[in-house]
Protein backbone atom coordinates (compact mmCIF):
# COMPACT_ATOMS: atom_id res chain seq x y z
CA UNK A 1 0.00 0.00 0.00
CA UNK A 2 1.31 3.47 -0.77
CA UNK A 3 1.95 6.24 1.50
CA UNK A 4 0.42 8.75 -0.82
CA UNK A 5 -1.13 7.80 -3.99
CA UNK A 6 -2.59 11.76 -5.53
CA UNK A 7 -4.45 11.32 -9.36
CA UNK A 8 -4.93 14.39 -11.15
CA UNK A 9 -4.81 17.18 -8.80
CA UNK A 10 -5.88 20.40 -9.70
CA UNK A 11 -6.84 23.58 -8.06
CA UNK A 12 -7.05 27.03 -9.04
CA UNK A 13 -7.73 30.44 -7.03
CA UNK A 14 -9.51 32.82 -9.02
CA UNK A 15 -9.11 31.74 -11.89
CA UNK A 16 -5.41 31.08 -11.71
CA UNK A 17 -4.50 27.40 -12.51
CA UNK A 18 -2.23 26.85 -8.63
CA UNK A 19 -2.30 22.77 -9.72
CA UNK A 20 -2.59 21.13 -13.18
CA UNK A 21 -3.41 17.35 -12.52
CA UNK A 22 -0.55 16.65 -10.54
CA UNK A 23 -0.04 12.78 -10.06
CA UNK A 24 1.90 11.97 -6.88
CA UNK A 25 2.71 8.62 -5.32
CA UNK A 26 4.77 8.41 -2.67
CA UNK A 27 5.48 4.31 -1.58
CA UNK A 28 5.76 3.11 1.93
CA UNK A 29 8.64 3.34 3.17
CA UNK A 30 10.14 6.30 0.46
CA UNK A 31 11.97 9.50 0.74
CA UNK A 32 10.42 11.59 -1.57
CA UNK A 33 10.95 15.41 -2.67
CA UNK A 34 8.63 17.72 -3.62
CA UNK A 35 10.51 20.55 -5.24
CA UNK A 36 9.75 23.77 -7.59
CA UNK A 37 10.43 27.31 -7.61
CA UNK A 38 8.90 29.80 -5.42
CA UNK A 39 4.60 29.58 -6.96
CA UNK A 40 4.99 26.25 -8.19
CA UNK A 41 2.37 24.99 -6.11
CA UNK A 42 4.03 23.13 -3.67
CA UNK A 43 2.39 24.32 -1.20
CA UNK A 44 -1.23 24.24 -2.00
CA UNK A 45 0.01 20.28 -3.02
CA UNK A 46 0.68 19.66 0.44
CA UNK A 47 -2.23 21.15 1.72
CA UNK A 48 -4.53 19.21 -0.72
CA UNK A 49 -2.84 16.25 0.32
CA UNK A 50 -3.49 16.98 4.16
CA UNK A 51 -7.13 17.75 3.31
CA UNK A 52 -6.68 21.32 4.42
CA UNK A 53 -7.52 22.81 1.00
CA UNK A 54 -9.92 20.94 -1.24
CA UNK A 55 -9.04 20.13 -4.80
CA UNK A 56 -11.08 21.12 -7.88
CA UNK A 57 -10.33 17.67 -9.51
CA UNK A 58 -8.64 14.68 -8.40
CA UNK A 59 -8.31 12.08 -5.64
CA UNK A 60 -6.03 11.95 -2.39
CA UNK A 61 -5.56 8.31 -0.72
CA UNK A 62 -2.91 8.38 2.27
CA UNK A 63 -1.96 5.58 3.88
CA UNK A 64 -4.97 3.77 1.94
CA UNK A 65 -7.37 6.56 3.31
CA UNK A 66 -9.80 8.37 0.78
CA UNK A 67 -9.82 11.81 1.44
CA UNK A 68 -11.81 13.79 3.02
CA UNK A 69 -14.28 10.63 3.90
CA UNK A 70 -11.70 9.06 6.12
CA UNK A 71 -9.37 11.77 6.50
CA UNK A 72 -9.15 11.55 10.46
CA UNK A 73 -8.13 7.84 10.31
CA UNK A 74 -5.48 8.93 7.39
CA UNK A 75 -4.18 11.81 9.89
CA UNK A 76 -3.95 9.68 13.18
CA UNK A 77 -0.68 8.52 11.95
CA UNK A 78 0.84 11.27 9.61
CA UNK A 79 3.41 13.76 11.44
CA UNK A 80 3.53 17.05 10.00
CA UNK A 81 5.96 19.93 10.61
CA UNK A 82 6.55 23.31 8.30
CA UNK A 83 8.79 26.15 9.00
CA UNK A 84 5.84 28.30 9.41
CA UNK A 85 4.28 26.86 12.35
CA UNK A 86 5.29 27.27 15.80
CA UNK A 87 4.59 26.30 19.41
CA UNK A 88 2.79 29.24 20.88
CA UNK A 89 5.28 31.54 22.94
CA UNK A 90 2.66 31.25 25.82
CA UNK A 91 2.95 27.63 26.30
CA UNK A 92 6.10 25.13 27.54
CA UNK A 93 7.25 22.81 25.90
CA UNK A 94 5.45 19.79 27.51
CA UNK A 95 2.30 21.53 27.55
CA UNK A 96 2.42 21.89 23.87
CA UNK A 97 3.14 18.19 23.14
CA UNK A 98 1.10 16.86 25.58
CA UNK A 99 -1.74 18.72 23.72
CA UNK A 100 -1.03 17.44 20.61
CA UNK A 101 -0.60 14.03 22.10
CA UNK A 102 -4.31 13.83 22.81
CA UNK A 103 -5.22 15.63 19.70
CA UNK A 104 -3.59 12.26 17.93
CA UNK A 105 -4.40 9.98 20.95
CA UNK A 106 -0.58 9.09 21.55
CA UNK A 107 1.48 9.62 24.20
CA UNK A 108 3.38 12.78 25.24
CA UNK A 109 6.44 11.18 26.44
CA UNK A 110 7.26 10.03 22.77
CA UNK A 111 7.27 13.26 22.25
CA UNK A 112 9.67 14.23 24.98
CA UNK A 113 11.89 10.87 23.74
CA UNK A 114 12.36 12.52 20.49
CA UNK A 115 13.13 15.91 21.72
CA UNK A 116 15.75 13.69 24.30
CA UNK A 117 17.40 12.00 20.17
CA UNK A 118 17.40 15.67 19.37
CA UNK A 119 19.46 16.96 22.14
CA UNK A 120 16.86 18.88 23.56
CA UNK A 121 15.70 16.87 26.92
CA UNK A 122 16.41 20.18 28.57
CA UNK A 123 13.96 22.60 27.48
CA UNK A 124 10.75 20.96 28.12
CA UNK A 125 9.56 23.53 31.12
CA UNK A 126 10.60 26.49 28.56
CA UNK A 127 7.77 28.54 26.92
CA UNK A 128 8.06 29.32 22.98
CA UNK A 129 8.52 32.55 23.94
CA UNK A 130 12.11 31.32 25.59
CA UNK A 131 13.24 29.08 22.62
CA UNK A 132 15.54 29.79 19.77
CA UNK A 133 13.82 29.81 16.04
CA UNK A 134 15.78 26.29 15.77
CA UNK A 135 14.91 24.82 19.05
CA UNK A 136 11.06 25.84 17.88
CA UNK A 137 11.70 23.63 14.61
CA UNK A 138 12.63 21.15 16.52
CA UNK A 139 10.06 20.91 18.99
CA UNK A 140 7.93 20.72 15.96
CA UNK A 141 9.56 17.69 14.56
CA UNK A 142 9.26 16.25 17.83
CA UNK A 143 5.82 16.54 17.58
CA UNK A 144 5.22 15.02 14.11
CA UNK A 145 7.76 12.35 15.51
CA UNK A 146 5.70 11.73 18.20
CA UNK A 147 2.53 10.26 16.33
CA UNK A 148 4.82 7.36 15.27
CA UNK A 149 4.24 8.15 12.14
CA UNK A 150 3.78 5.83 8.50
CA UNK A 151 4.04 8.72 6.94
CA UNK A 152 5.95 12.39 7.34
CA UNK A 153 5.06 15.27 5.58
CA UNK A 154 7.79 18.21 6.02
CA UNK A 155 7.47 21.71 4.31
CA UNK A 156 11.09 22.89 3.90
CA UNK A 157 11.44 21.92 8.01
CA UNK A 158 15.16 22.66 8.19
CA UNK A 159 14.70 26.44 6.51
CA UNK A 160 15.28 28.35 9.75
CA UNK A 161 18.58 26.45 10.86
CA UNK A 162 22.07 26.70 11.15
CA UNK A 163 23.76 23.90 8.93
CA UNK A 164 24.66 22.26 12.33
CA UNK A 165 21.63 22.27 13.48
CA UNK A 166 20.03 20.93 10.14
CA UNK A 167 22.46 18.47 9.81
CA UNK A 168 21.67 16.66 12.98
CA UNK A 169 17.81 17.62 12.19
CA UNK A 170 18.56 15.18 8.80
CA UNK A 171 20.96 12.66 10.90
CA UNK A 172 18.35 12.13 13.22
CA UNK A 173 15.26 12.10 10.93
CA UNK A 174 16.97 9.26 8.55
CA UNK A 175 17.91 6.96 11.74
CA UNK A 176 14.28 7.34 12.53
CA UNK A 177 13.21 6.09 9.05
CA UNK A 178 15.40 3.80 9.08
CA UNK A 179 14.17 2.33 12.53
CA UNK A 180 10.57 3.12 11.80
CA UNK A 181 10.21 3.03 7.91
CA UNK A 182 7.83 5.37 7.94
CA UNK A 183 7.45 7.38 4.52
CA UNK A 184 8.66 10.88 3.72
CA UNK A 185 7.44 13.63 1.91
CA UNK A 186 9.70 17.11 2.15
CA UNK A 187 10.22 19.95 0.37
CA UNK A 188 13.34 22.18 0.51
CA UNK A 189 15.43 24.66 -1.25
CA UNK A 190 18.44 23.22 0.40
CA UNK A 191 19.41 20.93 -2.77
CA UNK A 192 22.17 19.83 -0.81
CA UNK A 193 19.81 18.25 1.86
CA UNK A 194 17.21 17.03 -0.81
CA UNK A 195 20.42 15.03 -2.30
CA UNK A 196 21.73 13.50 0.71
CA UNK A 197 18.38 12.40 1.78
CA UNK A 198 15.80 11.40 -0.68
CA UNK A 199 15.77 8.50 -3.32
CA UNK A 200 13.14 10.04 -5.57
CA UNK A 201 12.51 14.09 -6.31
CA UNK A 202 9.01 15.11 -7.90
CA UNK A 203 9.96 18.34 -9.54
CA UNK A 204 6.83 20.98 -10.03
CA UNK A 205 6.70 24.00 -12.14
CA UNK A 206 3.83 26.21 -12.89
CA UNK A 207 1.23 23.81 -10.93
CA UNK A 208 2.80 20.60 -12.74
CA UNK A 209 5.27 17.79 -12.61
CA UNK A 210 7.64 18.58 -14.96
CA UNK A 211 9.95 15.60 -13.56
CA UNK A 212 9.77 12.49 -11.56
CA UNK A 213 12.96 10.61 -11.07
CA UNK A 214 16.09 10.02 -8.77
CA UNK A 215 17.54 13.30 -8.09
CA UNK A 216 20.96 12.21 -10.15
CA UNK A 217 18.72 11.31 -12.94
CA UNK A 218 17.34 14.50 -12.93
CA UNK A 219 20.92 16.27 -12.86
CA UNK A 220 22.03 14.68 -15.76
CA UNK A 221 18.60 14.52 -17.53
CA UNK A 222 18.80 18.78 -17.31
CA UNK A 223 22.58 18.95 -17.99
CA UNK A 224 23.42 19.98 -14.72
CA UNK A 225 26.31 18.68 -12.39
CA UNK A 226 23.75 18.73 -9.44
CA UNK A 227 20.61 19.08 -8.26
CA UNK A 228 20.80 22.91 -7.90
CA UNK A 229 22.02 23.77 -11.62
CA UNK A 230 19.04 21.48 -12.27
CA UNK A 231 16.43 23.38 -10.33
CA UNK A 232 17.67 26.57 -11.86
CA UNK A 233 17.67 25.31 -15.46
CA UNK A 234 14.08 24.56 -14.36
CA UNK A 235 13.13 27.19 -12.76
CA UNK A 236 14.06 29.44 -15.89
CA UNK A 237 12.58 27.54 -18.29
CA UNK A 238 9.22 28.07 -16.93
CA UNK A 239 9.86 32.51 -16.79
CA UNK B 1 -16.13 11.92 18.36
CA UNK B 2 -13.85 11.32 20.47
CA UNK B 3 -12.71 12.78 24.24
CA UNK B 4 -8.76 13.45 24.26
CA UNK B 5 -9.21 15.10 21.33
CA UNK B 6 -12.51 17.90 22.60
CA UNK B 7 -10.48 17.69 25.91
CA UNK B 8 -6.39 18.29 24.13
CA UNK B 9 -8.53 21.81 22.90
CA UNK B 10 -9.78 22.79 26.80
CA UNK B 11 -6.23 22.03 27.94
CA UNK B 12 -4.79 23.88 24.71
CA UNK B 13 -5.99 27.15 25.98
CA UNK B 14 -6.46 25.84 29.78
CA UNK B 15 -2.21 26.13 29.82
CA UNK B 16 -1.78 29.21 29.10
CA UNK B 17 -4.24 31.37 30.78
CA UNK B 18 -3.40 29.92 34.31
CA UNK B 19 0.34 30.99 33.91
CA UNK B 20 -0.38 34.05 32.28
CA UNK B 21 -1.48 36.98 34.52
CA UNK B 22 -2.87 39.26 31.49
CA UNK B 23 -4.95 36.29 30.32
CA UNK B 24 -6.38 36.27 33.93
CA UNK B 25 -7.04 39.61 33.96
CA UNK B 26 -8.74 39.83 30.89
CA UNK B 27 -11.63 37.31 31.92
CA UNK B 28 -11.77 38.72 35.76
CA UNK B 29 -10.35 42.47 35.63
CA UNK B 30 -13.09 43.88 33.27
CA UNK B 31 -16.51 41.76 35.00
CA UNK B 32 -15.01 43.26 38.51
CA UNK B 33 -14.83 46.95 36.58
CA UNK B 34 -18.33 46.40 35.19
CA UNK B 35 -19.93 45.17 38.59
CA UNK B 36 -17.97 48.12 40.40
CA UNK B 37 -19.67 50.67 38.14
CA UNK B 38 -23.26 49.43 37.99
CA UNK B 39 -23.10 48.18 41.38
CA UNK B 40 -22.32 51.99 42.38
CA UNK B 41 -24.70 53.52 39.80
CA UNK B 42 -27.72 51.00 41.84
CA UNK B 43 -26.35 52.38 45.20
CA UNK B 44 -26.26 55.80 44.62
CA UNK B 45 -30.12 55.28 42.98
CA UNK B 46 -31.22 53.28 45.96
CA UNK B 47 -29.94 55.87 48.55
CA UNK B 48 -31.65 58.84 45.85
CA UNK B 49 -34.99 56.63 46.85
CA UNK B 50 -35.33 57.49 42.56
CA UNK B 51 -38.43 56.55 41.29
CA UNK B 52 -38.37 53.54 38.80
CA UNK B 53 -40.90 51.96 37.25
CA UNK B 54 -38.90 48.55 37.90
CA UNK B 55 -36.68 47.02 40.97
CA UNK B 56 -33.66 48.59 40.92
CA UNK B 57 -31.99 45.12 40.93
CA UNK B 58 -32.48 45.35 37.01
CA UNK B 59 -29.74 47.04 36.59
CA UNK B 60 -27.29 44.31 38.13
CA UNK B 61 -29.50 41.47 37.38
CA UNK B 62 -29.13 42.59 33.05
CA UNK B 63 -25.41 42.65 33.91
CA UNK B 64 -25.16 39.52 35.60
CA UNK B 65 -26.82 37.90 32.50
CA UNK B 66 -25.70 39.60 29.95
CA UNK B 67 -21.59 38.84 31.07
CA UNK B 68 -22.50 35.40 30.50
CA UNK B 69 -23.78 36.04 26.68
CA UNK B 70 -20.72 38.34 25.97
CA UNK B 71 -18.11 35.86 27.82
CA UNK B 72 -19.36 32.74 26.24
CA UNK B 73 -19.57 34.21 22.28
CA UNK B 74 -15.79 35.56 23.38
CA UNK B 75 -14.40 32.26 24.44
CA UNK B 76 -15.62 30.28 21.94
CA UNK B 77 -14.74 32.68 18.90
CA UNK B 78 -11.45 33.60 20.11
CA UNK B 79 -9.83 30.03 21.09
CA UNK B 80 -9.40 29.66 16.86
CA UNK B 81 -8.29 33.47 16.98
CA UNK B 82 -5.69 32.40 19.40
CA UNK B 83 -4.35 29.81 17.18
CA UNK B 84 -4.18 31.99 13.85
CA UNK B 85 -2.17 34.82 16.62
CA UNK B 86 0.25 31.97 17.45
CA UNK B 87 0.60 30.56 14.28
CA UNK B 88 -0.86 27.12 15.12
CA UNK B 89 -3.81 26.41 12.46
CA UNK B 90 -2.33 24.84 10.12
CA UNK B 91 -0.48 22.29 12.83
CA UNK B 92 -3.94 22.09 14.48
CA UNK B 93 -5.83 21.38 10.78
CA UNK B 94 -3.34 18.86 9.86
CA UNK B 95 -4.10 16.48 12.76
CA UNK B 96 -7.07 14.14 13.20
CA UNK B 97 -9.48 16.51 15.03
CA UNK B 98 -12.83 17.01 13.24
CA UNK B 99 -14.59 20.40 13.37
CA UNK B 100 -17.08 19.18 15.53
CA UNK B 101 -14.55 17.75 18.54
CA UNK B 102 -12.73 21.46 17.64
CA UNK B 103 -15.92 23.69 18.23
CA UNK B 104 -17.15 21.16 21.66
CA UNK B 105 -13.68 21.48 22.57
CA UNK B 106 -14.28 25.19 22.38
CA UNK B 107 -18.00 25.24 24.13
CA UNK B 108 -16.46 23.64 27.02
CA UNK B 109 -13.74 25.97 27.50
CA UNK B 110 -15.67 28.74 27.20
CA UNK B 111 -18.07 27.17 30.05
CA UNK B 112 -14.95 26.72 31.93
CA UNK B 113 -13.89 30.19 31.20
CA UNK B 114 -17.22 32.28 31.26
CA UNK B 115 -18.34 30.19 34.13
CA UNK B 116 -15.23 31.23 36.39
CA UNK B 117 -15.59 35.09 35.44
CA UNK B 118 -19.87 34.53 35.89
CA UNK B 119 -19.21 33.04 39.00
CA UNK B 120 -16.93 36.01 40.81
CA UNK B 121 -19.16 38.78 39.59
CA UNK B 122 -22.19 36.77 41.29
CA UNK B 123 -20.15 36.71 44.29
CA UNK B 124 -18.68 39.94 44.24
CA UNK B 125 -22.81 41.77 43.43
CA UNK B 126 -23.64 39.18 46.76
CA UNK B 127 -20.74 40.93 48.96
CA UNK B 128 -20.65 43.85 47.81
CA UNK B 129 -23.73 45.33 46.54
CA UNK B 130 -25.59 42.58 48.40
CA UNK B 131 -27.68 41.85 45.46
CA UNK B 132 -28.42 38.07 45.19
CA UNK B 133 -29.11 36.82 41.73
CA UNK B 134 -31.36 33.78 42.89
CA UNK B 135 -33.71 36.96 43.70
CA UNK B 136 -34.55 36.67 40.48
CA UNK B 137 -36.60 34.05 40.98
CA UNK B 138 -36.84 30.28 40.12
CA UNK B 139 -36.44 30.65 36.60
CA UNK B 140 -32.81 32.25 36.62
CA UNK B 141 -31.46 28.75 35.90
CA UNK B 142 -33.72 28.63 32.43
CA UNK B 143 -32.25 32.36 31.89
CA UNK B 144 -28.56 30.92 32.37
CA UNK B 145 -29.31 28.26 29.54
CA UNK B 146 -31.13 29.90 27.64
CA UNK B 147 -28.58 33.04 27.37
CA UNK B 148 -25.43 30.69 27.08
CA UNK B 149 -26.98 28.76 24.01
CA UNK B 150 -27.61 32.01 22.15
CA UNK B 151 -24.04 33.03 22.83
CA UNK B 152 -22.35 30.23 21.79
CA UNK B 153 -24.47 30.66 18.46
CA UNK B 154 -23.17 34.53 18.14
CA UNK B 155 -19.82 32.63 18.79
CA UNK B 156 -20.35 30.10 15.65
CA UNK B 157 -21.61 33.74 13.63
CA UNK B 158 -18.09 35.12 14.38
CA UNK B 159 -16.02 31.89 13.81
CA UNK B 160 -17.96 31.70 10.33
CA UNK B 161 -17.17 35.55 9.73
CA UNK B 162 -13.28 34.74 10.76
CA UNK B 163 -13.39 32.07 8.67
CA UNK B 164 -14.33 33.82 5.26
CA UNK B 165 -12.59 37.32 6.37
CA UNK B 166 -9.19 36.08 7.90
CA UNK B 167 -7.39 38.63 10.75
CA UNK B 168 -9.65 41.43 9.08
CA UNK B 169 -12.39 40.12 11.41
CA UNK B 170 -10.19 39.18 14.58
CA UNK B 171 -12.31 42.58 16.26
CA UNK B 172 -15.48 41.37 15.90
CA UNK B 173 -16.02 39.26 18.85
CA UNK B 174 -16.34 42.66 20.51
CA UNK B 175 -17.87 44.30 17.74
CA UNK B 176 -20.58 41.58 17.42
CA UNK B 177 -21.70 42.51 21.07
CA UNK B 178 -22.07 45.99 20.65
CA UNK B 179 -24.07 45.63 17.37
CA UNK B 180 -26.25 42.66 19.87
CA UNK B 181 -26.53 44.81 22.79
CA UNK B 182 -29.48 47.50 22.06
CA UNK B 183 -31.86 45.31 20.56
CA UNK B 184 -30.60 42.61 23.17
CA UNK B 185 -32.79 44.95 25.69
CA UNK B 186 -30.85 44.21 28.56
CA UNK B 187 -30.78 47.66 30.82
CA UNK B 188 -34.23 48.59 29.51
CA UNK B 189 -37.69 47.00 28.50
CA UNK B 190 -38.12 46.30 25.05
CA UNK B 191 -40.72 48.88 24.63
CA UNK B 192 -38.00 51.40 24.86
CA UNK B 193 -37.27 50.82 21.57
CA UNK B 194 -38.09 52.42 18.34
CA UNK B 195 -40.77 50.25 16.33
CA UNK B 196 -37.83 48.81 13.82
CA UNK B 197 -35.85 47.70 16.73
CA UNK B 198 -38.71 46.31 18.12
CA UNK B 199 -39.34 43.85 15.38
CA UNK B 200 -35.28 43.18 15.51
CA UNK B 201 -35.60 42.45 19.36
CA UNK B 202 -38.48 39.80 18.51
CA UNK B 203 -36.22 37.84 16.95
CA UNK B 204 -33.18 37.90 19.60
CA UNK B 205 -33.69 35.44 22.24
CA UNK B 206 -31.81 37.33 24.76
CA UNK B 207 -34.63 40.29 24.48
CA UNK B 208 -37.08 38.03 25.78
CA UNK B 209 -34.73 36.66 28.40
CA UNK B 210 -34.25 40.15 29.82
CA UNK B 211 -38.12 40.91 29.65
CA UNK B 212 -38.86 38.17 31.60
CA UNK B 213 -35.97 38.60 34.00
CA UNK B 214 -37.16 42.40 34.69
CA UNK B 215 -40.79 40.73 35.27
CA UNK B 216 -39.86 38.43 37.70
CA UNK B 217 -37.81 40.96 39.98
CA UNK B 218 -41.22 43.22 39.81
CA UNK B 219 -42.53 40.52 41.49
CA UNK B 220 -44.97 39.21 38.55
CA UNK B 221 -46.19 36.10 37.26
CA UNK B 222 -43.57 34.56 35.57
CA UNK B 223 -44.21 34.51 31.78
CA UNK B 224 -42.93 30.98 30.84
CA UNK B 225 -44.28 31.16 27.44
CA UNK B 226 -41.82 34.36 26.56
CA UNK B 227 -39.35 32.11 27.25
CA UNK B 228 -40.51 29.22 25.41
CA UNK B 229 -40.17 31.47 23.04
CA UNK B 230 -36.73 32.28 23.36
CA UNK B 231 -35.86 28.41 23.60
CA UNK B 232 -37.72 28.40 19.98
CA UNK B 233 -35.10 31.46 19.37
CA UNK B 234 -31.94 30.02 20.42
CA UNK B 235 -32.40 26.49 18.75
CA UNK B 236 -32.93 28.63 15.33
CA UNK B 237 -29.93 30.52 15.88
CA UNK B 238 -28.13 27.67 17.03
CA UNK B 239 -29.19 25.86 13.54
CA UNK B 240 -28.23 29.00 11.42
CA UNK B 241 -24.73 29.52 13.11
CA UNK B 242 -23.89 26.27 12.84
CA UNK B 243 -24.95 26.12 9.30
CA UNK B 244 -23.36 29.72 8.87
CA UNK B 245 -19.62 28.26 10.26
CA UNK B 246 -19.64 25.04 8.47
CA UNK B 247 -20.31 26.99 4.87
CA UNK B 248 -17.88 29.57 5.92
CA UNK B 249 -15.16 26.27 6.49
CA UNK B 250 -16.11 24.64 3.46
CA UNK B 251 -15.77 27.93 1.45
CA UNK B 252 -12.11 28.41 3.72
CA UNK B 253 -10.97 25.15 2.20
CA UNK B 254 -12.49 25.32 -1.39
CA UNK B 255 -10.95 29.31 -1.82
CA UNK B 256 -7.11 27.60 -0.04
CA UNK B 257 -7.82 30.77 2.64
CA UNK B 258 -5.01 28.66 4.71
CA UNK B 259 -2.97 30.42 3.19
CA UNK B 260 -3.34 33.44 5.69
CA UNK B 261 -2.01 30.95 8.82
CA UNK B 262 1.28 30.50 6.89
Known amino acids: MDAIEATGLRKSFGGMLAVDRVDLVVGEGEIVALLGPNGAGKTTTLMMLLGITEPDGGSVRLLGHPLPRERQQALQRLGFTASYVEIPGDMKVWQFLDVFAGLYGTDRRRGEEALETLGLGTILSRTGNQLSSGQRTLVGVAKALMTSPRLLVMDEPTASLDPEVAARVREVLLEEQRREGFAVLITSHNMAEIERMCERVVFLAGGRVVADAPPSEIAARYGGEDLESAFITIAEGQR | ?262
Open chain 2, 1 to 262: MTGHRVFAVVRRHWYPMVRSAPRVVENFFWPIVDIMLWGSLTLYLQRQHAELPLPIGFLLGGLLLWDLVFRAKNAVALTFIDEAYHRNVVSVLASPISPTEYLTGAVLWALVKAGASWLLLTSLAAVLFSFNVLAIGPAVGAFLGLLLVFGIALSLVVLGLVFRFGHAADELPWALAAIFIPFCAVFYPVSALPGWARDVAALIPAAHVFEAMRAALAGQPQGWGSLWVAAGLDVAWLIGGFVFARAMFGLFRRRGYITRYM
